[in-house]
């Protein structure tokens, strides 16, 4: 029997579960070489839970002599945030968030360590580059590394709360710990690692920053149906007068998040071909 020809919808969601995937992928071996090959190299601390992780196996190692799989507690740890996840984000997000955990703690105990450099200052700069590439890769893919992120993704899908800058003050908290037990040198080189990281996340990934959108048209329901269907996000019309024609005109205004401009720009577009868009 022959096979119906897949649609062009059904085409596109295969894609975009293909790049998805991909993209966990490559976030994830991004992390663990991270880890294998920069943090570990000078005894640094990332942030959220896979800096909890490191500080364990640390504490491990320090006073009992073992370390723990990475994976073991890695896993471990999550538990609570990925409930956080199915709980309130979505379950799609959630498990290639949970694929990108498993599969970049696996990675980390299997890889084999290869240290780049044992400069501090520069793994400390470049090791939160690569962290602060990884996290943005995944959020690109709908999806998180995993640990305070989910915190962090809650606040800002439920609040629209840029929660970043709260995080690394939560990790400066668990970093005093750090410093304590294993020298503050590390501790301090670790905050300049995180805040890095996070200048990453803020510079390549604008979903939570937001634009604002003036819009003269002379379909401005159609308009303000449109960036509803869009964005979820409401508007305002004004009316006035177009100098140029002597003409009453309406201007739509909204406030989007900066990667749903493309897409409520073209959609608009398609309605009235003479809106003008600021």
Request: charged share 15%; aromatic share 12%; with cysteine.
């Amino acid at each position: 029997m022959a096979h119906k020809p897949l649609s062009a919808r059904q085409k596109k969601v295969i894609w975009k579960e293909v790049k998805t995937t991909v993209m966990i992928v490559l976030a994830a071996l991004i992390l663990a070489f991270n880890v294998k090959s920069l943090v570990r190299a000078r005894d640094l601390f990332p942030g959220g839970i896979t800096g909890v992780t490191v500080l364990i196996q640390g504490i491990c190692e320090k006073y009992w002599s073992f370390v723990p799989p990475y994976t073991l507690v890695n896993l471990t740890l999550n538990a609570i945030p990925v409930y956080i996840g199915f709980r309130y984000i979505g379950k799609r997000f959630t498990f290639y968030s949970v694929l990108l955990i498993v599969l970049s703690s696996i990675l980390t105990d299997a890889m084999p360590s290869i240290p780049i450099t044992y400069d501090i200052l520069l793994i400390s700069i470049f090791g939160g580059m690569l962290s602060g590439v990884a996290t943005s890769i995944c959020l690109s893919a709908e999806a998180t590394s995993g640990g305070l992120d989910f915190v962090s993704i809650f606040l800002s899908e439920k609040y629209g709360i840029d929660a970043w800058n709260y995080i690394l003050m939560v990790n400066a908290v668990i970093l005093l710990v750090a410093g304590y037990m294993f020298g503050w040198a590390q501790a301090l080189y670790s905050i300049i690692f995180q805040f890095t990281s996070i200048q990453v996340i803020h510079a390549s990934y604008k979903r939570y920053h937001k634009n604002t959108l003036l819009i003269i048209t002379d379909k401005p329901s159609e308009v303000a149906f449109i960036i509803d269907a869009c964005t979820k996000h409401s508007s305002t019309t004004f009316s006035g007068i177009g100098t140029y024609e002597s003409k009453t005109r309406n201007m739509v205004y909204s406030v989007v998040a900066s990667d749903e401009v493309k897409r409520v720009v073209r959609e608009i577009h398609r309605t009235d071909s003479n809106a003008f868009i600021n």
